[in-house]
Every structure is written in structure tokens, then in C-alpha cells.
Nanobody, 124 residues
């Protein structure tokens, strides 16, 4: 069993930065890949970024590539999403998730545990 808790969301002006955290319980967290997804109001949840169990591989959606960075600290059981150059279209609830199976994944159905989400609002 893994429990995930996101934090770090908030209101920021366009061009600003935020760092989201995904804190996990469960001693095997360091063996799982982790993904970040987001869901704007009235829209579907979409992939943002993912990181392998040891941080050696990362994957980003085209919409955030070059602006967002995903990193993890397994000693702290935490994965971070550093978001720079934020745009109004980045406004969404952001979720982190883990998956048992090896490899990175873009699809939400491939993830096994989810956090409750944290709201990010970017004003223009």
C-alpha cells in the first residue's frame, strides 16, 4: 500500500514558478516510477511528467517540456515537480501517481495509486 500527498499548489502570476511535492508513505516507494498528471476545470486528466524509480529516466509532455522538471529524493520518499515560466493554461489540479510495473507511462490507467491533488492557478 502506498499513500501519496501532494502539496505546493497555489496562485501565481504568469511567468512565475511553483514547486509541487508528492510525499509518499510505504518503504517500497523508491522502487516505483512516479508520474504527474493534471486536470483543468471541465477537462480530462492528462499526463505532465514521469520519472523512473531511481531518477535516471524522465518523460515530459510537449506542453511542459523545457519549463517543468521532475526530480525525486528517495531518501525523503518525495517526488518534486518544479514548474517555471507558468502560463494561464497550466491552471489545473495536479496529481501524482505511482505504478508497480516497470517503465514510464503516459496513460493514467497504468498507475496504481493516486494522491488527492493540489490546485495550481496561474493568473494572466
Amino acid at each position: 500500500q502506498v499513500q501519496l500527498v501532494e502539496s505546493g499548489g497555489g496562485l501565481v502570476q504568469a511567468g512565475g514558478s511553483l514547486r509541487l511535492s508528492c510525499a509518499a508513505s510505504g518503504r517500497t516507494f523508491s522502487t516505483y516510477a512516479v508520474g504527474w498528471f493534471r486536470q483543468p476545470p471541465g477537462k480530462e486528466r492528462t499526463f505532465v511528467a514521469a520519472i523512473s524509480w531511481n531518477g535516471g529516466r524522465t518523460l515530459y509532455s510537449d506542453s511542459v517540456k523545457g519549463r517543468f522538471t521532475i526530480i525525486r529524493d528517495n531518501s525523503e520518499n518525495t517526488v518534486y515537480l518544479q514548474m517555471n515560466s507558468l502560463r494561464p493554461e497550466d491552471t489545473a489540479v495536479y496529481y501524482c501517481a505511482t505504478k508497480f510495473a516497470r517503465g514510464l507511462a503516459l496513460n493514467s490507467y497504468e498507475y496504481d495509486y493516486w494522491g488527492q491533488g493540489t490546485q495550481v492557478t496561474v493568473s494572466s
